[in-house]
T-cell receptor, first 110, second 116 residues
Framework: GQQLNQSPQSMFIQEGEDVSMNCTSSSIFNTWLWYKQDPGEGPVLLIALYKAGELTSNGRLTAQFGITRKDSFLNISASIPSDVGIYFCAGHRAGTALIFGKGTTLSVSS | GAVVSQHPSWVICKSGTSVKIECRSLDFQATTMFWYRQFPKQSLMLMATSNEGSKATYEQGVEKDKFLINHASLTLSTLTVTSAHPEDSSFYIC????????????FGPGTRLTVL
């Protein structure tokens, strides 16, 4: 089935550092979504992107919908301990279900 | 707003028994509900999509007779794992959409199923 390549798989950073993760696909998507999942919880939507080239911020988080519609990135600035968790990208196009990336596990040391 | 709950949050059962998991949209009407399973350190895999009042649509490879889904009202969907076996142990997550759109899903907190 369709796969999203999400990288990196995991990151270990110091508090205050910036973080960047991305997802790529061999197919075009109409929507890119970024979720965060805490242990034992369901995913929570962070940012939704609907147009190629769109750059959207949510507090310290910024995400962009790639111009080719085959990729997206998520940046977190000035990381804090509560940013710890698993971040998933998800892509969608008409007539299909959401396709999730494999996740990026973020660890932040203070 | 847009709160989705699941019950139970965790369950342990014996092999061969059936387990029912409930998914409720608390403050909106969910035209569509989705059921996912997630293995440790893995991504979410869609199992089925259910629209209120109609039969669920199952993804390829998901046994509909084993994973029974009922979406009898706009605020409640249930997933019953029948004759559970240890390999069914997983984290089951539901999501709900008021628009029926895959884009706009709100996820529940998940149910951890352990089959002994």
């Amino acid at each position: 089935g369709q796969q999203l390549n999400q990288s990196p798989q995991s990151m270990f950073i110091q508090e205050g550092e910036d973080v960047s993760m991305n997802c790529t696909s061999s197919s075009i998507f109409n929507t890119w979504l970024w979720y965060k999942q805490d242990p034992g919880e369901g995913p929570v939507l962070l940012i939704a992107l609907y147009k190629a080239g769109e750059l959207t911020s949510n507090g310290r988080l910024t995400a962009q919908f790639g111009i080719t519609r085959k990729d997206s990135f998520l940046n977190i600035s000035a990381s804090i301990p509560s940013d710890v968790g698993i971040y998933f990208c998800a892509g969608h196009r008409a007539g299909t279900a959401l396709i999730f990336g494999k996740g990026t596990t973020l660890s932040v040391s203070s | 707003g847009a709160v989705v709950s699941q019950h139970p949050s965790w369950v342990i059962c014996k092999s061969g028994t059936s387990v029912k998991i409930e998914c409720r949209s608390l403050d909106f009407q969910a035209t569509t509900m989705f059921w996912y399973r997630q293995f440790p350190k893995q991504s979410l895999m869609l199992m089925a999509t259910s629209n209120e009042g109609s039969k669920a649509t199952y993804e390829q490879g998901v046994e509909k007779d084993k994973f029974l889904i009922n979406h009898a009202s706009l605020t409640l969907s249930t997933l019953t794992v029948t004759s559970a076996h240890p390999e069914d142990s997983s984290f089951y997550i539901c999501s709900a959409s008021s628009s029926g759109s895959y884009n706009e899903q709100f996820f529940g907190p998940g149910t951890r199923l352990t089959v002994l």
